[in-house]
T-cell receptor, first 109, second 112 residues
Framework: SQQGEEDPQALSIQEGENATMNCSYKTSINNLQWYRQNSGRGLVHLILIRSNEREKHSGRLRVTLDTSKKSSSLLITASRAADTASYFCAPHNNNDMRFGAGTRLTVKP | ETGVTQSPTHLIKTRGQQVTLRCSSQSGHNTVSWYQQALGQGPQFIFQYYREEENGRGNFPPRFSGLQFPNYSSELNVNALELDDSALYLC???????????FGQGTRLTVV
């Protein structure tokens, strides 16, 4: 399945700390995307990394991709209380994205 | 603000009824996908439309159907509603199937 599986399921840190979330998948991909969801609302696109890329940055976000291990990680540096949300990875191949259950990140002020 | 709008925002229906949810895609996007998200779960792929044709379908029964119109807006229809259909329904549009998707805020459907 191309569905992403995020790890850990939940993560609680203090403001200012870094947060790392991992994603694994099982099939070949064109790209992998990360999304954030605040409680009960729509998903917000964070970053897209293509299968021929190994690392990508966007502000405080750093994403890595290891296609040989079929895994990706999302690092949020210097976290803020506003980063509290659920984070989903979406391995993408051809027609659709399939999300896992996500990582629930709580950043305590 | 993604430019993707969904209506209605909330809806209560009775088991056995039918419901139509609507999505207006971001301007220029010709691909739309629908997802069902139960409480505490990740979004589950229902189907995708590209230029008015179904372009992929998840593991949902035929009573879940859809349409995409020439202006690329879209509908999700669910017949014979069941209690388990209670969920947040999300619409996402994109330039193509392989680019970033922009999500609407969702329709919260409650089946009683």
């Amino acid at each position: 399945s191309q569905q992403g599986e995020e790890d850990p399921q939940a993560l609680s840190i203090q403001e200012g700390e870094n947060a790392t979330m991992n994603c694994s998948y099982k099939t070949s991909i064109n790209n992998l995307q990360w999304y954030r969801q605040n409680s009960g609302r729509g998903l917000v696109h964070l970053i897209l990394i293509r299968s021929n890329e190994r690392e990508k940055h966007s502000g405080r976000l750093r994403v890595t991709l290891d296609t040989s291990k079929k895994s990706s990680s999302l690092l949020i540096t210097a976290s803020r209380a506003a980063d509290t949300a659920s984070y989903f990875c979406a391995p993408h191949n051809n027609n659709d994205m399939r999300f896992g259950a996500g990582t629930r990140l709580t950043v305590k002020p | 603000e993604t430019g993707v709008t969904q209506s209605p925002t909330h809806l209560i229906k009775t088991r056995g009824q039918q419901v139509t949810l609507r999505c207006s895609s971001q301007s220029g996007h010709n691909t739309v996908s629908w997802y069902q998200q139960a409480l505490g779960q990740g979004p589950q792929f229902i189907f995708q439309y590209y230029r008015e044709e179904e372009n992929g379908r998840g593991n949902f029964p035929p009573r879940f159907s859809g349409l995409q119109f020439p202006n690329y807006s879209s509908e999700l229809n669910v017949n014979a509603l069941e209690l388990d259909d209670s969920a947040l329904y999300l619409c996402a549009s994109s330039w193509t199937a392989n680019t970033e998707a922009f999500f609407g805020q969702g329709t919260r459907l409650t089946v009683v």
